[in-house]
T-cell receptor, first 113, second 116 residues
Framework: DAKTTQPTSMDCAEGRAANLPCNHS???????VYWYRQIHSQGPQYIIH???NNETNEMASLIITEDRKSSTLILPHATLRDTAVYYC??????????????FGTGTRLQVTL | DAGVIQSPRHEVTEMGQEVTLRCKPI?????LFWYRQTMMRGLELLIY????????DSGMPEDRFSAKMPNASFSTLKIQPSEPRDSAVYFC??????????????FGSGTQLSVL
């Protein structure tokens, strides 16, 4: 699976949009971009994933550049509960059953008042 | 749905003792993953199963670690003998059969293991 590069940490004011970047310049055509987050002392939580189109769900939006070499996770109105480590993962979606998910070091997002 | 259930939540043991961690995946899920998390090494995949069959155990640290999945609703991770460097949080995760939501892994709350 392709490697990803994320900033170590970021701050965001509550109520503002949090934009978390991720570089995956070696991504292959059949690899998806996934985002998970881990709130302190909990297991990781799935947020969103995409292949090449932008995606939106109730938690966040995912913007993938046209060349697919980078992406941005957007939390439109960050709250204190969004303080967590955010992981960007590139992964081949294999046919049939699950393939492994490899976590990097992620971005520690601190949402402040 | 109760989600992925792990037990125990906390385990404190002495070096040399056998430790067994347990996991009940979400009903209907057919893939199960064991991860270990430490400050130094982050989240590491140890092993994963598809349809109760181990697919990739390359992350298992050494022969002291073993994992089984005797049926679709139960898995164990055993460490024998345990060592202080095994101290970590161990997470179990499951995912459903392929079909749109296969890509999502659902994680349990983890087992905090301390080996003294």
């Amino acid at each position: 699976d392709a490697k990803t590069t994320q900033p170590t940490s970021m701050d965001c004011a509550e109520g503002r949009a949090a934009n978390l970047p991720c570089n995956h310049s070696t991504i292959s055509g059949n690899e998806y971009v996934y985002w998970y987050r881990q709130i302190h002392s909990q297991g990781p939580q799935y947020i969103i994933h995409g292949l090449k189109n932008n995606e939106t769900n109730e938690m966040a939006s995912l913007i993938i550049t046209e060349d697919r070499k980078s992406s941005t996770l957007i939390l439109p109105h960050a709250t204190l509960r969004d303080t967590a480590v955010y992981y960007c993962i590139v992964r081949v979606a294999s046919a049939g059953t699950a393939s492994k998910l490899t976590f990097g070091t992620g971005t520690r997002l601190q949402v402040t008042l | 749905d109760a989600g992925v259930i792990q037990s125990p939540r906390h385990e404190v043991t002495e070096m040399g003792q056998e430790v067994t961690l347990r996991c009940k995946p979400i009903s209907g899920h057919n893939s199960l993953f064991w991860y270990r998390q430490t400050m130094m090494r982050g989240l590491e995949l140890l092993i994963y199963f598809n349809n109760n069959v181990p697919i990739d155990d390359s992350g298992m640290p050494e022969d002291r670690f073993s994992a089984k999945m005797p049926n679709a609703s139960f898995s164990t991770l055993k460490i024998q003998p345990s060592e202080p460097r095994d101290s970590a949080v161990y997470f179990c995760a499951s995912s459903p059969p392929r079909g749109g939501t296969n890509e999502k892994l659902f994680f349990g709350s983890g087992t905090q293991l301390s080996v003294l």
